[in-house]
Each structure stands twice: as C-alpha cells, then as structure tokens.
C-alpha cells in the first residue's frame, strides 16, 4: 500500500465510567497525534452512565500535567448506537468492556430486524460499523488490559499513564502500515 492516500481515522476509547481509562487515553492519545493526517476524530466514553456529564478524575487530570498534557476537556458521557457509525475504531479498556459493546451491537441488530432503524436504533449491522478492539492489544502483549486506577493506588494512574502511551504507539504504526484488524473483537 506504499504511496496510496488512506482515509483519517477516527477513534473512541471505551471504559466503564469514563472518568479515568478512557479519558486518559483520549489525552494521551490526542497529544500524540495533534499532527497525524492519519487521526480525524477522538473521543471517549463508557459503557455505563454512572459518571454522565462528570469532568475526568483529578488524579487523571494531575497525571496528564505531570507529563505536559495542558488543556485537555471532557465531559464525561455514555456510549450510544450512534457512535457505532461515527468512529472507525472502538478501543476498549478491557475485556468486560469489549463484551458490552457486542452484546450492546447484537442487541441493536435484534432490535433492527424486527423493527426497522430509527432515528434512536440506527443500523449497525452495515461495513461502516467501527470495529470493536481491545487497546492492549496493540501494545505488544496481546489481551493486555488497563486495570481501573479509580479504586488503586496513586500509582495505578502512572501505570495506565505508561500503557497508554504504549498503545497509542502501537496502534498508530498499524495505522501507518494497514495492518489493523479486528480480530480482537471476538469476545466471549
């Protein structure tokens, strides 16, 4: 594929809450990629609406600026079927995370054959859908997750700090080579 224009992607990073996980990887991964023609959109999420219209976790913001990550703003917000269409790729934080997504994509496509999309339903089940994938796994350790600092030592949010990085990387050179796939996104 040398020399063949790709498409920009865009991407949203999944956790459960979306106050800690995703919203670091939101920032690390948009510092990363301020300049890359090959990322359009960024954006992150969770699966569950426990922390709606929340701001990230302080210790998310201080470890951002411990590593000169100014500026970053988010508000905290659930997963909707839309967003399925909207992002090319859905980078979850862990397992528990990918099941939700597909069981959440079975139940759209359930929904859809009986009834038709709607405005709140819409179809899934077309190639435009964005594949559901495992983060970890583009940081050399397949099936590597990001463990929920919320509850965890100070550390735990330099740890997924790390990670992040890593597999922003990691991702980003599968990107430049056309080498992502989806095969991660089998989860039982």
């Known amino acids: 594929m040398a020399g063949q224009e790709r498409k920009p992607v865009s991407v949203l990073f999944v956790c459960l809450g979306n106050i800690c996980r995703s919203p670091l990887a939101e920032g690390v991964f948009e510092h990363l990629t301020r300049k890359n023609p090959s990322i359009d959109k960024i954006d992150s999420c969770g699966t569950g609406d426990y922390h709606t219209t929340e701001q990230p976790d302080s210790r998310v913001m201080t470890e951002l600026s411990r590593h000169g990550i100014q500026g970053y703003q988010h508000q905290a917000r659930q997963f909707v079927p839309e967003d399925f269409l909207r992002f090319d790729y859905i980078l979850a934080m862990d397992t528990q995370n990918i099941r939700d997504l597909e069981r959440f994509r079975r139940g759209l496509r359930a929904t859809k054959g009986r009834r038709g ?53 990691g991702f980003l050179q599968e990107i430049e080579n056309g080498t992502v796939t989806s095969q991660v996104s089998e989860a039982s």
């Open 117 to 169: 999309a709607t405005a709140s339903q819409p179809d899934v089940s077309g190639t435009a859908e964005g594949k559901v994938m495992l983060f970890g796994d583009f940081g050399g350790k397949p099936g590597e997750e990001v463990k929920d600092p919320y509850y965890g030592l100070k550390d735990g949010f330099q740890i997924a700090y790390e990670q992040m990085v890593r597999f922003t990387d």
